[in-house]
């Protein structure tokens, strides 16, 4: 991207903005229409529309200074960022929920998520495992898979017929 954020139609560019980030590692949408974008320090919101920079979420506002690796958006518009080093967090309205080893997460490197059919949450974490988000009583459950593999997770992801598949750092899937 050297740097920017490109909005094509087709085969043209229709806008472009210049992102002041080294990285962009992530990318997410809200019901808005604006566009996520995690970078190295956090997240930077643009109007999808014309690619204005709207926010800035890091440390400072109660977000994280490290990698935003994930974007997600659930069934109720909150936006979930998984982060590299810091856990998880979820952003209901105008102020973050966190979910780290301290309130119940397997670890506090998130390489990614995934939903199930009652919009539960699993997260994997590198050095941690997998831990499931039961959005009915929003509570934290860790979920042990030892007897596969002591490994932590390095990806997730849901099919459309619903099943969840797990990449461990073990090369097991």
């Known amino acids: ?23 962009i590692a992530s990318i997410g949408a809200d019901n808005d229409g604006n566009i996520w974008v995690g970078t190295q320090r956090g ?24 990698t935003v690796t994930y974007i997600y958006k659930d069934r109720e518009g909150n936006m979930w960022m998984a982060t590299d080093g810091d856990g998880l967090f979820m952003l209901p309205g105008q102020m973050f929920s966190r979910y780290d080893k301290n309130t119940g997460l397997a670890g506090n490197v998130v390489m990614g998520f995934a939903k199930d059919n009652r919009n539960n949450l699993y997260i994997g974490t590198k050095e941690g495992g997998l831990t499931r988000f039961n959005n009915h009583d929003k509570k934290l459950s860790v979920i042990s898979y030892s007897h596969i593999t002591k490994a932590g997770i390095n990806c997730i992801e849901r099919n459309t017929k619903g099943n969840i598949y797990i990449g461990t750092l073990d090369n097991r899937l």
């Open 1 to 23: 991207n050297k740097g920017f954020l490109l909005k094509t139609r087709e085969t043209q560019i229709t806008a472009r903005q210049k992102i002041h980030a080294a990285a």
């Open 43 to 66: 997240i930077h919101v643009f109007d999808a529309e014309n690619l204005a920079l709207k926010a800035v979420y890091n440390a400072s506002n109660g977000l994280s200074d490290n």
